[in-house]
């Protein structure tokens, strides 16, 4: 009977993988006449660049089945722009999208591709879109990858830029996608370091993604009480913006302090962390100090509902705009709209540091 139940379980696995798993893998091999097979619909792709961001498959989702609903056929590109110049497929329908909202990071998998940053290697990525009679590709990720779509549609290809980033630093929109679930994660987070903070009258120095750009510091400052937060925009005082806050808040009966830095605070790079920072307060307080980095613990996990809205509403737009022959664009968020700009004007965009919010949070941190 034991054996039995042996052979039956190894026979569910094996009918799993036939259906679940072989259907998506075969198209990462499948040949270029099948996927020109339907030659009435014009073809369209979507690929994911960069670091990854939850909400990405959001926008997967959304531009996929608005782009169907047009009488598009859809390709997905695996390993972004260095799965495009490997020819990594996969045809995209209604069955391989639907319930991926939900699910962070990308199904489509990322990566940077050095070969593509040279003048050849987008020649021949233009050169692989006509061969499949791809005629335009949405590109998710940041500038790097908006980048890759002004000189891929340069080329002869149409490109849409979607914003999908959790640092929020793109400068042509408003908002991009990720943002809000890292910082509800980053929150999540801080609260649980506070809770043993305040059982040993101990400060943390905690470190938080944002090399170029000090929303994830400032946001989750104000809201986590952070005493000190440091953000890459502003330059700062050792003594007064840091070692004088907490004293000032020791004196006003605080017996615990949490202290926020944006990664790239000071033009440290990935190896000289924040480190010393902990050490100089301990020194120079005699209060027990820790450091911690949150690191990719912020990239993880499921969309938040905002995000989940936000890129279906920015696939969707993206799709359209295709659709309509448009190309060299970036989807935005401005004033609550979704629109969209032109990526080379969109690059040049500098969008301002909230001066008011961080002075604001730096009050309410005293």
Excluded: W
Excluded at 111 to 126: D, I, L, M, Q
Excluded at 315 to 323: D, T, Y
């Amino acid at each position: 009977m034991l054996r039995h139940k042996k052979i039956f379980t190894i026979f569910l696995v094996i009918l799993n993988l036939a259906f679940f798993v072989l259907p998506i893998d075969s198209y990462a091999n499948e040949s270029k006449e099948n996927f020109c097979a339907s030659a009435n619909k014009p073809t369209v792709a979507v690929l994911t660049s960069g670091g990854d961001s939850p909400g990405m498959n959001a926008v997967i989702r959304s531009f996929t089945k608005t782009a169907i609903s047009m009488g598009m056929k859809v390709i997905g590109i695996r390993h972004g722009y260095e799965g495009l110049l490997n020819k990594d497929f996969i045809e995209l329908n209604l069955e391989t999208v639907s319930g991926i909202s939900c699910l962070g990071g990308t199904i489509l998998h990322s990566s940077r591709s050095k070969e593509f940053n040279t003048p050849e290697g987008v020649k021949k990525a233009a050169a692989i879109c006509r061969e499949y009679g791809i005629k335009g590709i949405a590109v998710i990720g940041g500038d790097g990858s908006f980048r890759g779509a002004r000189d891929l549609t340069n080329a002869g290809i149409s490109c849409i830029g979607i914003p999908g980033t959790i640092d929020n630093d793109i400068k042509c929109t408003d908002y991009t996608i990720g943002f809000d679930t890292a910082i509800n994660t980053t929150i999540g987070l801080i609260d649980r370091v506070r809770d043993t903070s305040r059982s040993h009258d101990r400060c943390f120095v905690i470190e938080v993604m944002g090399m170029n750009c000090g929303d994830i510091a400032l946001q989750t400052g104000l809201a986590s009480e952070a005493n000190v937060i440091l953000v890459p925009e502003i330059e700062y005082n050792f003594q007064e913006d840091v070692i004088d806050r907490i004293l000032n808040a020791k004196l006003n009966g605080e017996s615990h302090f949490i202290v926020i830095v944006g990664e790239g605070v000071g033009g440290v790079s990935k190896i000289a962390r924040h480190s010393t920072i902990a050490e100089q307060i301990e020194k120079e307080t005699g209060i027990d100090t820790r450091y911690l980095v949150f690191g990719h613990l912020q990239r993880g996990g499921a969309p938040t509902l905002k995000d989940r809205v936000m890129a279906s509403k920015m696939g969707m737009h993206a799709a359209r705009i295709l659709n309509e022959g448009k190309e060299n664009r970036v989807i935005a968020q401005k004033n609550g709209e979704i629109v969209d700009i032109d990526i080379t004007e969109a690059l040049k965009i500098d969008r301002p540091f909230d001066y008011k919010l961080y002075s604001d949070a730096l009050v309410l941190g005293q």
